[in-house]
């Protein structure tokens, strides 16, 4: 416990990238932070930090001390977390990793809804793509995250994983709002406003241009899924995106059909934690609202097999 405020110095140094940027964040002087980590330091046997022209960055015996800080930390919350809900005050903080996908509509549905009935629960949601959401589960800078077509899983137990189907996304009026299901290549005789390669939906395009023969060639190319929502009722263009991040009712002004899946394969949403961890009483509890949420809006993975 004596080292917990020594620890959050070292990260602050971590995220910051140099001594006096740190100080700066947590309202110090540099040389006092300074003085705190080399006393560590000499007190640890071992140093930290390579020292650089231009900042600092750990050194291997810095990165396997980071990987026991925010472990220990993180038991702590959890700790924190049960002595809290056994004296009925239900407090706690859940960090979630997720998609952009989540954004618009799920998330903040299920938040009010956890919030309601535990209002001392506070939240954070950090954006990330589909391999930084796993790094934070594996660096314990996220309880849980919402991750579409995972890429290693190594690290990741999974929770819940539902079906999600690629959509094309335009203007309510477009060509194509006629169809109840559209071939990708249909899609490809338009613009098409696609999200950058490290996302699962460019990945499922992707593999489904090639199953058909054909290269996509972006006329935008984007990290924002709300970018493409907005520009595609401009003009004849179309996005792409999953169910979780549309709109249950169609609007006025933008329409969605799903791609055939005998182009392109179905996509999967998995909800998931660090494998072997032992999450926080509020982060298990909202895991496990969202479990329920999930499957009863998209089903599961087994009955779209059987289907």
Known sequence: ???????????AVVRAGSIRKAAEDMNITASALNRRIQGFESEFGYELFERLPRGMRLNPAGELLMQHIRAQMSDLARVQSQVADLSGLRRG??????????????????????????????????VRDRQQA?????NFESDLALVFEPVHMVDFEVIQAVPQ????????????????????RECMTFPCILPALEYGVRNLL?????????????????ESFELI???????????FQIPIGLDGSRSEQAAHRPVARRD?????LYLGQKKGRMLPVASSRFAAQLYSAMEERYGSLEDDLRD
């Open 134 to 138: 796993e790094r934070d589960l594996t």
């Open 206 to 222: 992707e593999i489904g241009a090639k199953k058909i023969r054909r290269t996509l060639t972006p006329a935008l190319e984007t």
């Open 264 to 268: 392109m394969p179905m996509g999967r």
């Open 1 to 11: 416990m004596k080292h917990f405020k020594t620890f959050e110095m070292i990260e």
């Open 165 to 184: 189907p690629v959509h094309a996304v335009f203007r309510a009026d477009h060509p194509l709002s006629q169809a109840a299901e559209l071939r990708l």
């Open 93 to 126: 903080h859940v960090s979630i990793a997720c998609s952009q996908a989540l954004l618009p509509y799920f998330l903040p549905e299920q938040i009010s809804l956890y919030q309601a009935q535990h209002p001392g629960v506070t939240f954070s949601i950090n």
């Open 229 to 239: 929502r907005h520009y595609v009722l401009h003009n004849d263009s179309v996005g």
